[in-house]
């Protein structure tokens, strides 16, 4: 598989994103979670990420007994600043004493003595990001971590932490339905030479095909509560996915597979890590890479699924992330 680069770091063009593997998307089986895994690994996507709050915790462990055998094969991502308080209930931690602490124990977790690429999930507004990516920057001299990454900033943001410590990437929802990032965003990471990240480069599923009513979601689905998903708002968004499923058959893909090619063909600076606990879904997903879009197919997907279409936020309300 083609590679790219997160600072010092050489990944998949597609990474694999593991959090549905133990949480909110309906029933999970961790042993299919970890063939899923393995797959991956067989297939030459050696990007993983994961998070100390999906779980919370469960999921890093997953993922440690995955890759005991193969750590050398795989770039292992995780991320810490989101508290699980109980049910839906959270709240942001960035101090530099809760990333020392949080770090140490996703490395017991995952069962390794350093990640590759950690990661603040948010960044916390009681915090100064300089003061945070300062105790990020002290892993990477400990030898905890490889690289430091953000999540869900804005630029201005983006540029003081840089200024601090060089940023290897950037995570941030981006897919054909959640375009946010365009205007301000992503000119930064190219500016920088930040890597991207695309989480939910598949809408949550809406880009797969697979979604066409609220009942084919299961009560502890968190997408039940997603504005996207919500009544009305979910028939105009399928509108939309109709309007990337026609270009999908003339190019003789699924639609899953479209929306992942149009990220690749992005820039090479974007690596979209879409999320499947299954090894048939993570096939149809790593197919992307064989889908060669021409410019004429990339303006017609711009006119068909313009920035802003999609109705309904990305997040309910009070979990939006906050830009600056």
Same mark, same amino acid.
């Given at each position: 598989?083609?590679?790219?680069?997160?600072?010092?770091?050489?990944?998949?063009?597609?990474?694999?994103?593991?959090?549905?593997?133990?949480?909110?998307?309906?029933?999970?089986?961790?042993?299919?979670?970890?063939?899923?895994?393995?797959?991956?690994?067989?297939?030459?996507?050696?990007?993983?990420?994961?998070?100390?709050?999906?779980?919370?915790?469960?999921?890093?462990?997953?993922?440690?007994?995955?890759?005991?055998?193969?750590?050398?094969?795989?770039?292992?991502?995780?991320?810490?600043?989101?508290?699980?308080?109980?049910?839906?209930?959270?709240?942001?931690?960035?101090?530099?004493?809760?990333?020392?602490?949080?770090?140490?124990?996703?490395? *017991?977790?995952? +069962?390794?003595?350093? =990640?590759?690429?950690?990661? @603040?999930? #948010? !960044?916390?507004?009681?915090? &100064? %990001?300089?003061?945070?990516?300062?105790?990020?920057?002290?892993?990477?001299?400990?030898?905890?971590? *490889?690289?430091? +990454?953000?999540?869900? =900033?804005?630029?201005?943001? @983006?540029? #003081? !932490?840089?200024?601090?410590? &060089? %940023?290897?990437?950037?995570?941030?929802?981006?897919?054909?339905?959640?375009?946010?990032?365009?205007?301000?965003?992503?000119?930064?990471?190219?500016?920088?030479?930040?890597?991207?990240?695309?989480?939910?480069?598949?809408?949550?599923?809406?880009?797969?095909?697979?979604?066409?009513?609220?009942?084919?979601?299961?009560?502890?689905?968190?997408?039940?509560?997603?504005?996207?998903?919500?009544?009305?708002?979910?028939?105009?968004?399928?509108?939309?996915?109709?309007?990337?499923?026609?270009?999908?058959?003339?190019?003789?893909?699924?639609?899953?597979?479209?929306?992942?090619?149009?990220?690749?063909?992005?820039?090479?600076?974007?690596?979209?890590?879409?999320?499947?606990?299954?090894?048939?879904?993570?096939?149809?997903?790593?197919?992307?890479?064989?889908?060669?879009?021409?410019?004429?197919?990339?303006?017609?997907?711009?006119?068909?699924?313009?920035?802003?279409?999609?109705?309904?936020?990305?997040?309910?309300?009070?979990?939006?992330?906050?830009?600056?």
């Amino acid at each position: 598989m083609e590679k790219r680069r997160l600072g010092p770091l050489e990944v998949s063009a597609l990474g694999l994103g593991c959090m549905g593997m133990s949480e909110f998307y309906g029933p999970t089986d961790e042993a299919e979670g970890i063939a899923t895994i393995h797959r991956a690994i067989e297939q030459g996507c050696n990007l993983l990420d994961t998070a100390d709050m999906y779980g919370p915790y469960t999921n890093e462990e997953l993922v440690g007994k995955a890759i005991r055998d193969r750590r050398d094969r795989v770039v292992l991502a995780t991320k810490c600043g989101i508290v699980r308080e109980g049910g839906r209930a959270r709240s942001l931690n960035g101090s530099p004493e809760y990333i020392r602490t949080s770090c140490d124990a996703s490395l *017991r977790r995952l +069962g390794v003595d350093h =990640v590759d690429l950690y990661q @603040l999930h #948010r !960044a916390d507004p009681k915090v &100064p %990001i300089e003061d945070s990516v300062g105790a990020l920057a002290e892993l990477v001299k400990a030898g905890k971590t *490889r690289a430091i +990454g953000l999540s869900e =900033v804005g630029p201005r943001t @983006l540029r #003081r !932490a840089h200024a601090v410590h &060089p %940023i290897a990437s950037l995570q941030s929802e981006y897919s054909l339905l959640s375009r946010d990032v365009e205007p301000e965003v992503l000119p930064v990471c190219r500016e920088l030479g930040i890597g991207f990240l695309a989480y939910s480069p598949l809408g949550r599923g809406l880009l797969t095909g697979r979604y066409r009513s609220r009942a084919d979601l299961t009560p502890d689905d968190f997408r039940t509560f997603s504005p996207r998903f919500a009544e009305g708002a979910l028939e105009q968004n399928l509108a939309l996915v109709e309007r990337a499923a026609a270009v999908a058959r003339e190019k003789g893909c699924t639609v899953a597979q479209l929306a992942l090619a149009w990220l690749l063909a992005r820039g090479p600076e974007i690596v979209p890590i879409p999320g499947t606990k299954s090894r048939a879904r993570l096939e149809e997903n790593l197919g992307a890479a064989g889908v060669a879009l021409t410019a004429a197919d990339l303006a017609r997907l711009d006119a068909a699924l313009p920035p802003g279409a999609a109705a309904g936020g990305r997040y309910p309300e009070g979990y939006a992330p906050q830009w600056d």
